[in-house]
């Protein structure tokens, strides 16, 4: 009798911890997705005399290297927020609701707060680097299939994001300290 209560006990407990393991996956991918989406959105509209999903579909390696380097920016600073947000999902907290309320609240605000960030960053070093190289336009070079524009941009944005990742960082998990204020 005492063997088959905990072997339900541990059938139950193992149900419950792969679905946690699901729930943060998809938590994870939804996320993920909302980002990529976001980096991509704010490349579209900086770029507004590219259609680049015409561009990639014919081949464009410039485009889609450029396209590329964003969305990598873009998970570098969100992806530890994400990280953040599926710890909780996958783990169990002993949080009563309302705890597991402000918890979740934290971390959505500092996603949005590495979303943003990840905008910013992106939009300025476009924007520097356009200005910094007043004889070239890069959106047409880019248009034409500049592999070397592309790579200009891209290993920019990637150095902007490095640079910067660790005192956004430190930011970052500064908010993410003040839970234990309101936990």
Do not use: H
Request: hydrophobic letters at 60%; one cysteine or more; a negative charge.
């Amino acid at each position: 009798m005492f063997k088959s209560l905990l072997m339900e006990d541990i059938i139950v407990q193992v149900v419950v911890d792969f679905i946690r393991m699901i729930a943060g996956i998809i938590a994870a991918l939804v996320f993920s997705a909302g980002a990529l989406y976001t980096g991509m959105n704010l490349l579209d509209r900086l770029t507004s005399g590219i259609d680049e999903w015409k561009e990639i579909k014919k081949g464009n390696a410039a485009v889609g290297l450029l396209y590329a380097a964003v969305m990598v920016c873009t998970m570098v600073l969100v992806g530890p927020r994400i990280a953040d947000i599926v710890y909780p999902i996958q783990n169990d907290m002993e949080l009563l609701a309302g705890e597991l309320a402000v918890l979740f609240l934290f971390l959505v605000v500092n996603y949005l707060l590495a979303l943003l960030a990840s905008i910013f960053l992106i939009y300025l070093t476009i924007n520097v680097v356009d200005r910094i190289t007043p004889d070239l336009e890069e959106l047409a070079e880019l248009k034409k299939g500049n592999l070397a524009v592309a790579m200009i941009l891209s290993v920019a944005l990637l150095l902007v994001v490095l640079a910067t990742s660790t005192g956004l960082e430190n930011v970052f998990s500064m908010i993410k300290s003040l839970e234990s204020l309101f936990i």
